[in-house]
């Protein structure tokens, strides 16, 4: 199928093979994420000529969760220099989970910025006097992305807040080393607010087609970032994005993306195109099962993969 083709058909024929697909469950351990429709699912495709094509729940809020580490990675990034965001966060992947506690073992850096610990250290370094400040330029930028206002889930980031207990562990422990500098909870409230943010899959299909347009985005044509920190951000997707997944998701997806415990995946084809999908049903390394499935025939049946 080339660029010009009408993709509807064949989003419809995903939906409909995929929709009955009920294996996965919902996440715990954020108690709000506990309570969507399990059946909530939808598929948005965004070309780099502006067309988008959407099927199912396209327009169903979730939080954004995970999927702001690429974008919180770039905005780092923007302001401090490729060099200061690299000197406090690497760019291996680790193999392990999102919410690992390694670091790496002579320089106590996170492994990559997207993993938990990676993301937290990200926002301690964007700038801002305070977390309202930081929260701020995130919204701005996330919306510069997507084209479109975003919203913000006060119940789930009430419920991470609650339930962090973990990443207040990574936090104090980086803060231990040297890593993070600063006060945790206030680093942690940027964090947690960061993730968050409401967002569809029309909104993160057309932030995804940004970066496959290095940085300049289709629908209002603003360049929102430089093409060199576009670069660095699909990078880290394509080697980190998918955690403990990530090998596999390379070998029969093959794109940039970004999962999200939410239920989200967001993708990148690069000169071509952004896909979401968002079905919260998870797997057992916290990946959208139907997702998953949808990537992995999209990227067959239209020859994604950048390999």
Same mark, same amino acid.
Request: hydrophobic share 40%.
């Given at each position: 199928?080339?660029?010009?083709?009408?993709?509807?058909?064949?989003?419809e024929?995903?939906?409909?093979?995929?929709?009955s697909?009920?294996?996965?469950?919902?996440p715990?351990?954020?108690?709000?994420?506990?309570?969507?429709?399990?059946?909530?699912?939808?598929?948005?495709?965004?070309?780099?000529?502006?067309?988008?094509?959407?099927v199912?729940?396209?327009?169903?809020?979730?939080?954004?969760?995970?999927?702001?580490?690429p974008?919180?990675?770039?905005?780092?990034?923007?302001?401090?220099?490729?060099?200061a965001?690299?000197?406090?966060?690497?760019?291996?992947?680790?193999?392990?989970a999102?919410?690992?506690?390694?670091?790496?073992?002579?320089?106590?850096?996170?492994?990559?910025?997207?993993?938990? @610990?990676? /993301?937290?250290?990200?926002? %301690?370094?964007?700038?801002?006097?305070? &977390?309202? $400040?930081? +929260?701020?330029?995130?919204?701005?930028?996330?919306?510069?992305?997507?084209?479109?206002?975003?919203?913000?889930?006060?119940?789930?980031?009430?419920?991470?807040?609650?339930?962090?207990?973990?990443?207040? @562990?990574? /936090?104090?422990?980086?803060? %231990?080393?040297?890593?993070?500098?600063? &006060?945790? $909870?206030? +680093?942690?409230?940027?964090?947690?607010?960061?993730?968050s943010?409401?967002?569809?899959?029309?909104?993160?299909?057309?932030?995804a087609?940004?970066?496959?347009?290095?940085?300049?985005?289709?629908?209002?044509?603003?360049?929102?970032?430089q093409?060199?920190?576009?670069?660095?951000?699909?990078?880290?997707?394509?080697?980190?994005?998918?955690?403990?997944?990530?090998?596999?998701?390379?070998?029969?997806?093959g794109?940039?993306?970004?999962?999200?415990?939410?239920?989200?995946?967001?993708?990148?084809?690069?000169?071509?195109?952004?896909?979401?999908?968002?079905?919260?049903?998870?797997?057992e390394?916290?990946?959208?099962?139907?997702?998953?499935?949808?990537?992995?025939e999209?990227?067959?049946?239209?020859?994604l993969?950048?390999?």
């Open positions: 199928m080339s660029d010009e083709e009408d993709y509807q058909p064949l989003l024929e995903l939906y409909k093979t995929y929709k697909f009920n294996q996965g469950t919902l715990t351990y954020i108690p709000e994420l506990s309570l969507v429709d399990p059946q909530d699912f939808g598929i948005s495709l965004h070309l780099l000529d502006g067309r988008s094509y959407h199912g729940n396209s327009q169903r809020t979730f939080t954004i969760q995970s999927m702001v580490k974008f919180l990675y770039g905005i780092a990034m923007e302001q401090l220099g490729e060099a965001v690299l000197e406090r966060i690497g760019v291996e992947p680790t193999g392990d999102f919410n690992t506690i390694k670091l790496q073992p002579k320089t106590h850096r996170p492994y990559n910025p997207m993993v938990n @610990a990676g /993301a937290i250290v990200l926002a %301690n370094l964007i700038q801002g006097d305070d &977390h309202r $400040e930081k +929260i701020v330029t995130i919204k701005k930028t996330l919306e510069d992305f997507s084209g479109s206002s975003l919203g913000f889930d006060i119940s789930v980031y009430t419920s991470e807040k609650a339930m962090g207990h973990h990443n207040r @562990a990574m /936090a104090y422990l980086m803060l %231990n080393f040297g890593t993070l500098t600063g &006060h945790v $909870e206030e +680093i942690l409230e940027s964090y947690f607010q960061a993730c943010f409401m967002v569809t899959t029309k909104d993160l299909a057309a932030m087609a940004t970066l496959a347009n290095k940085g300049l985005n289709p629908q209002t044509q603003k360049q929102v970032m093409p060199r920190t576009i670069k660095n951000m699909a990078c880290v997707m394509m080697t980190c994005g998918m955690y403990d997944f990530a090998g596999e998701w390379s070998y029969t997806v794109i940039p993306a970004k999962s999200g415990v939410s239920g989200g995946i967001v993708g990148v084809v690069p000169s071509r195109m952004g896909i979401c999908v968002y079905s919260p049903l998870l797997d390394t916290g990946t959208s099962v139907r997702g998953i499935k949808v990537f992995q999209l990227s067959r049946r239209l020859d993969s950048i390999y």
